[in-house]
């Protein structure tokens, strides 16, 4: 549990970035269109920085979840990682 509640709001880091990236390119590419400028690439760009950091976040959660979960389950049954420290 301790892997998962690390690594989600570290991906809610990298979606957050991944948010105002997707926002920079939308709202450039709405700027730039030739059609009629319209308020859809503000509004992807704004829904963007809010959804894809909850987005990332669960996903990286239950993820992390599994992957440790699974890490569990086959060191027990393998025997794991050993460490040898000087």
Known sequence: MSCARVAGPVYAILGLIAGV?????????????????????????????????????????????FAAWLYNLLANAIGGIEIDVE
């Open 21 to 65: 990236l997707l926002a920079v390119v939308s709202l450039v590419g709405s700027a730039v269109g030739q059609g009629a400028p319209g308020i859809g690439g503000a509004a992807l760009g704004v829904s963007a920085i809010v959804v894809l950091p909850v987005v990332y976040g669960v996903m990286g959660f239950v993820g992390a979840l």
